[in-house]
Structure formats: structure tokens, C-alpha cells
């Protein structure tokens, strides 16, 4: 008997069956209980969400003897006529090899004959968005004003590329990607009726590898089960088979990326080639990889967020703390690029060399993004002495400058200061990484002076969005308003100042002092 793949063995009889579509299943089976059905469904998302399936569930439901509340009972003729495909009933089309005007002309002849069993002709026509120009315009009318026993469910996997005409005419749904623990939980229960022996890690590599379509993640774990047939399923061999890389590669490439030993990197990159894993998993990998340092930081070392083991999860919490989240958010964003541009380059490991040596050399770049980058390893040199500040004579300090200011004003000022940096990084985003390269000064009145020395920084935290979140912060924080402005100095001068309290003063020489 011919081997069935797992994602077709395993596919989903019934709407109960379906995981991680609850939303959709649940309002088909109540349309079904109600007889509120619609004459056209579109049903859209990416590969392996369960589409297709859940369209052949539908068209059994719809014509099945003895409904039930999962929907079709898959034992009466109609159903299993339906099942084998010999059905002259349910109609499924793959439009990208029947995209033209003919293949819907024939569709609009089969409509005008009504069901010779059953309640219902349905048409399924997958990957609808490849049909042209002339097919949709032809099965628009058809569309609109099909008889009464003529249902339409159209899938696709990009549905921008379909017409607004033929949106309107359908009842939308959007399928999301599956989670990962729901993938696992799937796998590890086909894994224990099909009584393979594999790892939990394993299991879960898997899951989060297939991207949240459950078919890829049958076919990547048919994969495993092929290879290593009755021998137990680890997680390292899991890597070998899918090509993936262990995180103690990651540590390494991380660490020359950031040191810009570009020999190491690409020596590194190379290898992984030569070990036959593919450029695209590994940059994916490696993403994850950041994603998972970057949560850490961000969360302050919760790693509820982060599911790996305990050993490298507090290698990953070590390394959380040699690397600024401006420098993670910078390689995240620029490998997301590389990961879409490798899907369509001829020359992929030339592509994946030439970004990997750009995330090396951030002057390459004139983004915000590199900018802070650079400032980042500027302080962590200055930090570890490895980048010694030189100051000019004119700039070199001679004397401590004092400025008294009142109480009140001395108070709001000193405390700000003091809390500055958490100030900044509590406000986040582009706010929090534009004030982050200023200086503060109080206000005589009342209030602080932020002071930039870059006229793009300016420029940003001069904006009215950027103030007010700062504003609205420290409203939160401190229960008052405080007084904001804006400056902007071409030279940064090296100064030493003491701010003091008037009535510090006056309590030190005990005389009164007047304010001209």
C-alpha cells in the first residue's frame, strides 16, 4: 500500500478537528445550525492554516445527510462520495494552472445545472488570486447572482491581489498563523498514535520552525521520521536534518559581529554553508536568536517570553548584558531585510555577505537607527577604556562654575537628573533614543533645558509628539507639570558645574541674600 503523507493523513475531518481557527470554525458551524449561508466565502492566509481543509469540511457539511455538530458525519454516501472525489457536487479548481477566461466559462456552465443529490453545488477555487484580469471580470456577474444552490469558497494566499470588486461579493476570513505550543501539542499527540519516539525539544523545533502552517510542520516532521525511521527522535538531530544551527554558533557570530572581525563572521557563515544548511534558515535562525536576547533585555531578564533551556537561557541573559537594544533593534531590522531579499535572490550567500558586513559597519549607513548604533559602541568603548576622550585646550576644565538656584527649582531639577537615564529608557521608542544624546539644564523659572548638539537629534526632540510623551511622563511620575525647552549648541564644551539651593546657602552663612 503507497506511504500517505502525514499532512494528508492527519488532515481534518470535521470543524472540531481544526486547531488554532476556532473563530472561523465556530461561526461556520452556527451559519450551518441557522441555515444563514452565504453564496460566497474568501477565505485568506498563509500557507498551511487550514483553508483548503475547512473548505472541503464546509462543502460535506453542507450537503451531508446527517449533519452533526461538527459538522459533516463523513459516513453517509454524499459524504463519502465527497471524500473519495468522485462527487460531481464539490468542484475544486487550483487557479494557478486554470487562471484563464475559458476555465471560468466552463464554471459559469456547470452553475446552470442543479445538484443531482444533495442540497448544494459548491465551487472551491484555491489560490484564487492567480486567476487574470479577464477571469475575475467573467466571474463577477456569476459571483454576485449565483441560483440558489450554487455556493462559491475561493482561498488565497494573497489577498491584496484580489480585485475589491470580488471582495464585496464574499464573507471574509482572515485565518492566523498557528501558535507554536498549539503545533507542539498537535505533533506530540499524532507522534504517540503513530508511536514515534521523539524529544519534546525536538518537537517544538519543529513547530516553531514551520512558521505557524500546520502542513509544514507535518511534512518537516514526515521529514525526521523518513530519515531516522525507527530510531528515537532527538533534538540535535532534528538541527542536522533541517539544516538548522545550534545556539553556541549564534554566541560566536554574534560576538565577531560585534568585535567586526569580518574574517571570523564569514568564515562562520561559510561553514554553515558548507555543513549543507540553507542561508535563509540560518539568517531566520539567527533572528530568533536576537529576538530572544532583545526580550530578555527589554523585560529585565523575565524569561517567560523565551522558552529554551536553563543552560542557555542564562548564557543568553550573559550576553543580554554585552549588547545596547538600539544595536539588537538595528540587526533585527536590517536581517528581517536580508531574510525577504534571500526569497528571490539568484546570489544568495553574496547577498547574505554583503549585510552581514553592513551590520559590521554601521558608517555604511545614515539611518537613525545606525546612528545610534555607533553612539552605543562609542560609550561602551569610552566605558572599558577602550576609546580614551580627548579634550581640546579651550574645552579642557579650569574651574568649577557654581549656579544657585531657588528651592523649588533646585529640587524638581536635581531629581530629574539623578533619574535621567531611567527617565529615558521608561519612555522608549524614538522619544526615549533622541533624548538619550542630550544633556539637561535647569531652567531659572522652573523647569529643565534639554540641549542638543546634533541638528537631526534637535530636530526630532524638538517635534510636538516627541515633547509631549516626554511631558505627559514626567507628569505621571512626579504628579506636576514641568516646564520643557528645546536647545541646540554646535559645541559640546566640557564644563564643571555645581548646582546649589539658595536656602542651602542662606542656612550655611545665615544671612539673608538678594537676588538682583
Not at 488554532?20 to 466565502?41: C, D, V
Not at 494557478?96 to 459559469?108: E, L, M, P
Not at 444552490?149 to 492566523?176: G, M, N, W
Request: with cysteine; charged share 25%; net charge negative.
Amino acid at each position: 500500500m503507497a506511504y500517505t503523507a502525514l499532512y494528508r493523513k492527519f488532515r481534518p475531518s470535521n470543524f472540531d478537528e481544526v486547531i488554532g481557527q476556532e473563530a472561523i470554525t465556530r461561526t461556520l458551524k452556527n451559519q450551518l445550525k441557522t441555515g444563514r449561508i452565504s453564496h460566497a466565502y474568501l477565505f485568506c492566509g498563509t500557507r498551511g492554516t487550514g483553508k483548503t481543509s475547512i473548505a472541503k469540511i464546509m462543502a460535506r457539511a453542507l450537503n451531508c445527510e446527517h449533519p452533526t455538530d461538527a459538522g459533516p458525519c463523513n459516513e453517509c454516501p454524499t459524504c463519502k462520495s465527497i471524500l473519495s472525489e468522485t462527487s460531481i457536487n464539490v468542484v475544486e479548481i487550483d487557479a494557478a494552472s486554470n487562471n484563464g477566461v475559458d476555465n471560468i466559462r466552463d464554471i459559469k456552465e456547470q452553475v446552470q445545472y442543479p445538484p443531482t443529490f444533495g442540497k448544494y453545488k459548491v465551487f472551491i477555487i484555491d489560490e484564487v488570486h492567480m486567476l487574470s484580469t479577464g477571469a475575475f471580470n467573467a466571474l463577477l456577474k456569476t459571483l454576485e447572482e449565483p441560483p440558489s444552490y450554487v455556493i462559491f469558497i475561493l482561498a488565497t494566499t494573497e489577498v491584496h491581489k484580489i480585485p475589491v470588486t470580488v471582495l464585496s461579493r464574499c464573507q471574509r476570513y482572515d485565518f492566523k498563523r498557528i501558535g507554536i505550543d498549539t503545533i507542539t501539542q498537535r505533533l506530540k499527540t499524532l507522534c504517540n498514535s503513530e508511536g514515534v519516539d521523539i524529544e519534546d525539544r525536538a518537537l517544538y523545533y519543529i513547530a516553531k520552525t514551520a512558521d505557524g502552517a500546520m502542513r509544514d510542520a507535518l511534512s518537516l516532521l514526515d521529514e525526521c521520521i523518513s530519515f531516522l525511521q525507527n530510531e528515537k527522535i532527538s533534538y540535535d538531530a532534528v538541527l542536522d536534518i533541517l539544516g538548522a544551527s545550534d545556539i553556541s554558533v549564534f554566541n560566536e557570530l554574534l560576538d565577531g559581529v560585534l568585535s567586526g572581525n569580518t574574517i571570523e563572521v564569514l568564515n562562520l557563515l561559510n561553514n554553515s554553508i558548507i555543513e549543507g544548511k540553507e542561508i535563509g534558515q540560518f539568517v531566520t535562525d539567527f533572528l530568533w536568536y536576537l529576538r530572544n536576547i532583545l526580550i530578555l533585555k527589554s523585560i529585565q531578564n523575565d524569561s517567560s517570553l523565551v522558552d529554551m533551556s536553563e543552560q542557555n537561557l542564562q548564557n543568553l541573559k550573559e550576553i543580554s548584558n554585552t549588547v545596547s537594544k538600539e544595536t539588537l533593534m538595528r540587526y533585527i531590522k536590517n536581517l528581517s531585510e536580508l531574510s525577504n531579499k534571500l526569497k528571490s535572490a539568484t546570489q544568495k550567500r553574496v547577498v547574505a555577505e554583503l549585510e552581514f558586513i553592513r551590520l559590521m559597519t554601521p558608517e555604511m549607513e545614515e539611518n537613525l537607527d545606525s546612528v545610534l548604533d555607533r553612539l552605543s559602541r562609542l560609550e561602551a568603548g569610552i566605558s572599558t577604556g577602550a576609546i580614551v576622550q580627548k579634550v581640546s585646550e579651550e574645552n579642557r576644565i579650569q574651574k568649577e562654575e557654581v549656579i544657585e538656584l531657588p528651592k523649588a527649582t533646585y529640587d524638581d531639577f536635581m531629581l530629574i537628573k539623578k533619574e535621567w537615564n531611567s527617565i529615558v529608557e521608561h519612555i522608549g521608542g524614538k522619544a526615549g533614543g533622541v533624548y538619550k544624546e542630550a544633556e539637561i539644564e535647569p531652567l531659572t523659572q522652573g523647569g529643565i533645558n534639554i540641549i542638543f548638539f546634533n541638528k537631526m537629534f534637535y530636530d526630532m526632540g524638538n517635534k510636538d509628539t516627541t515633547i509631549s510623551d516626554l511631558k505627559l511622563y514626567l507628569n505621571e511620575k512626579y504628579g506636576k507639570d514641568i516646564a520643557i525647552e528645546i536647545s541646540l549648541r554646535e559645541n559640546r564644551v566640557v564644563r564643571n558645574t555645581r548646582y546649589v539651593s539658595i536656602d542651602e546657602i542662606k542656612s550655611v552663612i545665615n544671612t539673608d541674600i538678594i537676588i538682583e
